[in-house]
């Protein structure tokens, strides 16, 4: 049967087939919705359609049950498998949706025939009655799997040479390949789950900030260039040859002028670009979601985005346990002191213990020397450390050497050995034992060395000795707030930096400290570090035009520099700046954790490689030297 439904220009066909509702052009998803003038006796009906996605299928390959049964029914999709058993050829047809059996019978030759022909990822239409699949051939792992769809007719979409890899297996493949042919990898069940949940994350976020009144304003992706850190991508002005655009490395001024502007609760999902050397968790294009509020505290902006981590974690992760609520907060020292890391992984234990004091009479030079500069003696116990070979300690000892370490001191419970041993007397020993609570076959690792650099490689350390004893509890999702960063640090030039950005707001108790004493500054920043990852950061930021000066003054930033790189932020703090504050996380980084996988390229549906490339398009590619001429621009090789 069918019924037209007028709705406005746009004209509904709905089709009840075996008492199922179809609709084209598009799917009704409730009757209500629609509220056309003319159709009320249907809308009355209060039904609740299945999605159906177009006229060329009554069905998706995941939804057929025992219930559709003697039922007609026609199925497109690709040809995951083909087997043939017995005089019967059995096809599982694919789509996004899942998996449908169908099968052809010898009875009808030309059928028969046309299915003999048909080989791995071609598209298909079929035509056929679903019945039960013969005891014992049901498939429980599959929500199809009760039934099969005997064909009556088919129609070739489409013909696939053959993939240069396997799509319906879930084997190693070589990265190039894949990231070359993506559309094809995208159709490979793990990639197709990672694409469907990183939707499911960015629902949950938009519908919960929305709901939290919030809203979802977009900001330009051509922007004026203020480098501030990483690099920045140019694009060339065709009218205005000599200038330039930039892409954006984060909205952070923008959303800072909508807090200006009476925005007072803002989020986007914000592409962003970074033109930085790639690692396993960065790409030269990403994701942030984030967030910026008016009139408010740090308190406010982690409560807020808490409880959206909490609400997609219990979604997306049910089997995950979240055994600290609220969120634990921690100082930027603390987490280094204890662990090594301004990210520290929670899951396990093996904190640093503290015996500086006794290190000072040790006779071990190397300790003592350290303390006397002012530095710290860090020690990490691992329990029954006899487990572990000389090759493991080496391991750990590179470890250290590659994250700035000069070596790595060890002893061992009980047997004495290992360099501090060696270097360092038995009353020592026995204290270090007491201090420690060691135990006979206990192994110790140390940090000796200046605060906090000393401490970072024992960090790395403490993560791979768990890792290899198998000690961390993948059951658990272990949230933590980093709270109290320093304000500025110095780079690799000896340049005092801001280690957030230039509009960290300092910590109120350290507002005059931070002129006299930069580097022993804090600010209200903020990270949030989920099992050994930071997953986004904020601050509260300044809004005061005299504050910010004297930031930028810190940072070496002339009047002059600080009016052609922000002087329009500068004259928005004149206008009734309100105090405010926000935060950004990292949603590719937040999938890629989600769906264990081990870099965002599993989460990124067009990713490029570690070098920065477009394997698939061929990106970055030469211009056309005429249209570089249009703007003004030369290629100097």
């Known amino acids: 049967m069918e019924m037209k439904i007028y709705y406005g220009k746009i004209n509904f066909v709905v089709y009840f087939v075996n008492s199922s509702l179809h609709t084209s052009p598009v799917c009704l998803d409730n009757f209500t919705s629609l509220r056309p003038s003319t159709s009320r006796n249907v809308l009355a009906l209060q039904q609740q359609p299945r999605i159906v996605l177009s ?25 995951h498998r083909r087997r043939d058993h017995g005089g019967l050829i059995f096809i599982d047809l694919r789509d996004r949706y899942g998996f449908t059996q169908i099968v052809f019978s010898p009875d009808q030759k030309k059928l028969f025939t046309a299915a003999e022909n048909v080989r791995l990822e071609w598209v298909l239409k079929i035509n056929g009655m679903v019945r039960k699949r013969v005891k014992g051939a049901e498939r429980e792992d599959n929500p199809t799997g009760n039934i099969e769809v005997l064909v009556s007719s088919i129609d070739v979409l489409n013909e696939s040479k053959t993939p240069p890899f396997e799509v319906d297996q879930e084997k190693e493949i070589n990265e190039e390949i894949r990231l070359e042919y993506r559309y094809l990898d995208l159709r490979r069940e793990r990639m197709k789950k990672n694409i469907i949940m990183r939707h499911e994350i960015v629902r949950i976020i938009r519908e919960y900030f929305s709901k939290n009144n919030f809203l979802e304003i977009e900001t330009p992706i051509l922007i004026k260039g203020t480098p501030e850190g990483s690099r ?37 999902v914000a592409r962003c670009f970074r033109d930085e050397d790639q690692r396993g968790d960065r790409q030269p294009e990403f994701t942030q979601f984030e967030i910026e509020m008016s009139f408010a505290e740090q308190e406010d902006v982690i409560q807020i985005m808490e409880g959206c981590f909490i609400a997609f974690t219990k979604k997306i992760c ?15 020292r603390d987490a280094l002191e204890r662990y090594g890391s301004d990210k520290p992984d929670l899951r396990f234990g093996l904190e640093f213990i503290d015996v500086s004091e006794i290190a000072t009479t040790c006779g071990f030079k190397v300790f003592a020397d350290a303390v006397a500069r002012g530095g710290v003696v860090k020690a990490l ?12 300690i080496d391991d750990c000892t590179d470890l250290a050497e590659r994250h700035g370490a000069k070596g790595l001191a060890w002893v061992q419970i009980g047997e004495d050995s290992g360099p501090v041993a060696k270097n360092a007397g038995t009353e020592f020993l026995q204290k ?18 200046p605060y906090p650099h000393a401490l970072v490689p024992l960090g790395h350390v403490r993560n791979a000795v768990a890792a290899m004893l198998n000690m961390i509890d993948t059951s658990i999702w272990k949230y933590v707030w980093i709270v ?19 509009f960290t707001r300092p910590h109120p108790e350290d507002e005059e400290l931070f002129l006299k004493d930069p580097l022993a500054a804090r600010a209200v920043a903020y990270d949030l570090v989920l099992n050994g990852v930071e997953i986004g950061g904020g601050s509260m930021r300044i ?10 003054d810190v940072l070496q930033i002339t009047d002059e520099d600080a009016e052609r790189r922000f002087g329009h932020m500068l004259k928005a703090f004149e206008y009734g700046a309100p105090p405010h504050g926000g935060i950004a996380m990292g949603l590719d ?19 490029k490689d570690q070098k920065a490339k477009d394997l698939m398009l061929g990106a970055p590619s030469p211009i056309d030297e005429k249209l570089l001429k249009e703007l003004g621009v030369r290629v100097v090789v």
């Open 55 to 79: 006229m060329l299928r009554t069905h998706t390959c995941g939804e057929l049950c025992a219930k559709n049964c003697d039922s007609q029914v026609t199925l497109c999709g690709w040809v």
């Open 232 to 268: 920045e991508y140019l694009v060339p002005s065709r009218l205005y040859h000599g200038a330039f655009y930039v892409l954006p490395q984060s909205p952070q001024q923008l959303k800072q002028l909508l807090m200006i502007g009476g925005f007072d609760r803002y989020f986007q």
């Open 318 to 332: 049910p089997g995950k346990r979240m055994p600290d609520l609220p969120f634990p907060r921690m100082t930027y």
């Open 381 to 392: 116990r691992v329990p029954k450390g006899e487990r572990f070979s000389r090759k493991d």
């Open 432 to 449: 270090l034992q007491e201090v420690t609570h060691a135990e006979n076959g206990d192994l110790l690792f140390f940090a000796a060395g």
């Open 484 to 502: 109290d960063f320093p304000m500025f640090e110095k780079n690799a030039d000896a340049q005092v930096v801001a280690v957030h950005h230039p």
């Open 543 to 552: 809004h005061e035009r005299d504050l910010q000066k004297k930031v930028f």
């Open 589 to 607: 980084r937040v999938c890629m954790l989600f769906a264990d996988e081990p870099n965002i390229r599993e989460v990124i549906a067009f990713p």
